[in-house]
């Protein structure tokens, strides 16, 4: 079974500063996805990024960017120039590639809440 | 733009009662998962359906759980009886079904509470 840990519950950062969510997971696959998705005041669930595990490059979106270190099992999120708008609980998570049972779940850290201060 | 619906936003209800929850997947998306997410666990998958036949539920209680799609634009989650454990957020996510690691695109979520 997969599990992800987010060591980080809460975490603060001034607006239009750069700031660094950690993520770590524990797998025995091989191949596999990784994202990481924003759960502001309002609930809903937003996808920030997406990783492909057989991909070196690290997947960025705009000022959103991931440290992919496969063999070390990390996945961090950075936030450039953060703006009040990012202030949400942050969620990382895995999905293992394949056909068998659980290919398609998603299994997510316990998140970490991100302040944005004026 | 496209988008999961889920109704209803709030839920209160007593004990013992019954509580459907309803999702529309996005138009076009032939994959749906129902998530819950709580304080001490998190997010965890209850089902999850490919051309609206469920492929795992395993995460779903059984005895007062059940999960269908009466078509492909209506997925039903239903609690008979619901208790207070069953006191959550749960979600509906939907995706296209094409390939392997594809986002998952979620819902508004339903808040749950059984007093």
Same mark, same amino acid.
């Given at each position: 079974?997969? #599990?992800?840990?987010?060591?980080?519950?809460?975490?603060?950062?001034?607006?239009? $500063?750069?700031?660094?969510?950690?993520?770590?997971?524990?797998?025995?696959?091989?191949?596999?996805?990784?994202?990481?998705?924003?759960?502001?005041?309002?609930? +809903?669930? !937003?996808?920030?990024?997406?990783?492909?595990?057989?991909?070196?490059?690290?997947? =960025? $979106?705009?000022?959103?960017?991931?440290?992919?270190?496969?063999?070390?099992?990390?996945?961090?999120? &950075? !936030?450039?120039?953060?703006?009040?708008?990012?202030?949400?609980?942050?969620?990382?998570?895995?999905? &293992? +590639?394949?056909?068998?049972?659980?290919?398609? +779940?998603?299994?997510?850290?316990?998140? =970490?809440?991100?302040?944005?201060?004026? | 733009?496209?988008?999961?619906?889920?109704?209803?936003?709030? &839920?209160?209800? $007593?004990?013992?009662?019954?509580? =459907?929850?309803?999702?529309?997947?996005?138009?076009?998306?032939? =994959?749906?998962?129902?998530?819950?997410?709580?304080?001490?666990?998190?997010?965890?998958?209850?089902?999850?359906?490919?051309?609206?036949?469920?492929?795992?539920?395993?995460?779903?209680?059984?005895?007062?759980?059940?999960? $269908?799609?009466?078509?492909? #634009?209506?997925?039903?989650?239903?609690?008979?009886?619901?208790?207070?454990?069953?006191?959550?957020?749960?979600?509906?996510?939907?995706?296209?079904?094409?390939?392997?690691?594809?986002?998952?695109?979620?819902?508004?979520?339903?808040?749950?509470?059984?007093?």
């Amino acid at each position: 079974a997969q #599990t992800v840990t987010q060591s980080q519950p809460e975490m603060s950062v001034q607006e239009a $500063e750069t700031v660094t969510l950690s993520c770590t997971y524990d797998t025995s696959e091989s191949n596999y996805y990784l994202f990481w998705y924003k759960q502001p005041p309002s609930r +809903q669930m !937003i996808l920030v990024i997406r990783q492909e595990a057989y991909k070196q490059q690290n997947a =960025t $979106e705009n000022r959103f960017s991931v440290n992919f270190q496969k063999a070390a099992k990390s996945f961090s999120l &950075k !936030i450039s120039d953060s703006q009040l708008g990012d202030t949400a609980m942050y969620f990382c998570a895995f999905m &293992k +590639q394949g056909s068998g049972a659980g290919s398609y +779940q998603l299994t997510f850290g316990k998140g =970490t809440k991100l302040s944005v201060i004026p | 733009d496209a988008r999961v619906t889920q109704t209803p936003r709030d &839920k209160v209800t $007593e004990m013992g009662q019954e509580v =459907t929850m309803r999702c529309q997947p996005i138009l076009g998306h032939n =994959t749906v998962f129902w998530y819950r997410q709580t304080m001490m666990q998190g997010l965890e998958l209850l089902a999850y359906f490919r051309n609206r036949a469920p492929l795992d539920d395993s995460g779903m209680p059984k005895d007062r759980f059940s999960a $269908e799609m009466p078509d492909a #634009t209506l997925a039903t989650l239903k609690i008979q009886p619901s208790e207070p454990r069953d006191s959550a957020v749960y979600f509906c996510a939907s995706g296209l079904g094409m390939s392997r690691g594809e986002t998952q695109y979620f819902g508004p979520g339903t808040r749950l509470l059984v007093l």
